[in-house]
């Protein structure tokens, strides 16, 4: 048995698939300050983009595939990082002054959670700050229990440091 853990370097980017590509694309650049940096054509159409954001957001790319944009709706693939309560609290204000419904900000596990975000094809896009409000217990297994039925009541206060 391989006992070498393998090399790696962070997430190089994430992908989701979509119906249509330019709605995709306004609501990314709109919302999160997403711009395009590569274009995937096939037989001259446009079938993917490469997105980057000029602030520290994980690379994205749009993949035009709308069958599987629908089975994948309601899915949240992925959180970005937000690094302070103070930015997510910022984001929130943004995305409502926008007209977006969401969750608004709060308590997590360790940080503060931003969910219920959907993009233009329903997927959740969810944030999580690496700013925490209290520290996992070193060297042990972190036990979270029914995180999804116990969101909805926290509140937006943050949590003793323990």
Do not use: C
């Not at 969101?151 to 206060?157: M, N, T």
């Amino acid at each position: 048995m391989d006992t070498q853990v393998p090399q790696f370097d962070g997430v190089h980017h994430l992908k989701l698939p979509v119906s249509d590509l330019d709605r995709s694309l306004e609501w990314y650049r709109s919302r999160l300050g997403y711009a395009v940096a590569m274009e995937f054509r096939e037989n001259g159409l446009v079938m993917g983009l490469a997105l980057y954001h000029p602030n520290g957001g994980p690379r994205l790319a749009l993949r035009l595939d709308p069958g599987k944009a629908a089975s994948s709706s309601g899915f949240d693939y992925f959180s970005i990082g937000v690094p302070t309560k103070a930015a997510m609290e910022a984001l929130s204000a943004r995305l409502t002054q926008l007209g977006d419904a969401h969750a608004g900000v709060q308590v997590a596990s360790l940080g503060w959670i931003l969910s219920g975000l959907l993009d233009p094809d329903g997927h959740e896009i969810r944030f999580y700050t690496t700013e925490s409000h209290k520290k996992a217990p070193e060297g042990q297994v972190y036990l979270v229990e029914n995180s999804r039925r116990t969101a909805a009541p926290r509140i937006q206060e943050p949590l003793p440091r323990q």
